[in-house]
């Protein structure tokens, strides 16, 4: 059973305070201050990642994000509930058995970046950053969407 | 905290200082920010980061959009951050490579007018 559960309505809005309440949670599991930056972050993107989809496809339906201490580590896993294709989920980072590491070296894609200046970089980026911030991520199906989940290492007490 | 954005002139260069947080909600505002000075012909740019708290790939689109934007007119888009957990996501994503940054608004000033 997690330890904290968060659902928000899909606005940029509510991102923050995922991130602040991630950070809170992770500091109050044991994970280590130099660490909580890192879970800030990775947190922000998962989030930002889900509500621009949820935006897209299902504004109406809300994100979940799970905070469990159990064990030596702190998982976090940002479920929303948009269908893989809808998604734009990079090549590969979904294994057949539904679950799969994220390539730490992800491709950044910013070659992709050209004609009309985004304000988002491709969705590959955000996926890197978290795989370069988080000890483990997997990203698989979860019910009707996706789950990414993010670990890292509890200090031992 | 919010976004603080501010810009003034100084050498021909202008200098965007950006305080708080850049992610998904407030990055829209620098992005405009940035198109309004491009769209006044200012063509080199230099964004102060020293007081940002907290800067996501959101942040980092915007960032690359403002220089896409001024090298369509031959100009520039250099940062000013020291902060290692800002830092760290320009390294993950391999921007160290495409941005100059340096440590301060006149090293970047003394910079850029070096490669003039």
């Not at chain 1, 969705?123 to 890292?152: F, K, N, Q, Y």
């Not at chain 2, 951050?81 to 006149?106: N, P």
């Amino acid at each position: 059973m997690a330890t904290v559960e968060v659902t928000f309505t899909p606005l940029p809005v509510h991102v923050r305070t995922a991130r602040l309440v991630a950070t809170a949670v992770a500091r109050r599991s044991g994970v280590a201050e130099s660490l909580l930056d890192e879970v800030r972050l990775a947190v922000g993107e998962a989030c930002s990642r889900a509500v621009e989809a949820h935006m897209l496809h299902c504004p109406e339906q809300p994100i979940r994000v799970s905070l469990t201490d159990d064990g030596e580590r702190f998982e976090v896993v940002v479920t929303d509930a948009v269908p893989d294709a809808e998604h734009g989920m990079p090549t590969g980072t979904v294994a057949a058995n539904g679950t799969s590491a994220v390539p730490a070296a992800a491709p950044a894609g910013f070659a992709a970046v050209d004609g009309e200046v985004p304000l988002q970089l491709p969705d590959g980026v955000g996926l890197a950053v978290i795989a370069g911030l988080a000890d483990d991520v997997r990203v698989a199906p979860a019910g009707s969407g996706t789950s990414v989940t993010m670990s890292w290492k509890r200090r031992s007490s | 905290m919010d976004l603080k954005l501010a810009h003034s002139n100084k050498d021909g260069i202008e200098i965007v200082d950006v305080e708080g947080e850049i992610d998904v909600y407030t990055a829209p505002r620098l992005r405009e920010l940035l198109i309004e000075l491009v769209n006044k012909k200012n063509y080199q740019l230099i964004v102060n980061m020293e007081k940002v708290e907290f800067l996501d790939s959101t942040g980092l689109g915007v960032l690359v959009g403002g220089l896409k934007r001024v090298r369509a007119h031959d100009g520039s888009l250099d940062l000013v951050c020291t902060q290692e957990r800002i830092l760290k996501i320009f390294r993950i994503t391999g921007l160290t490579k495409v941005f100059g940054i340096h440590e301060s608004v006149d090293q970047a000033i003394a910079a850029r007018k070096a490669e003039k």
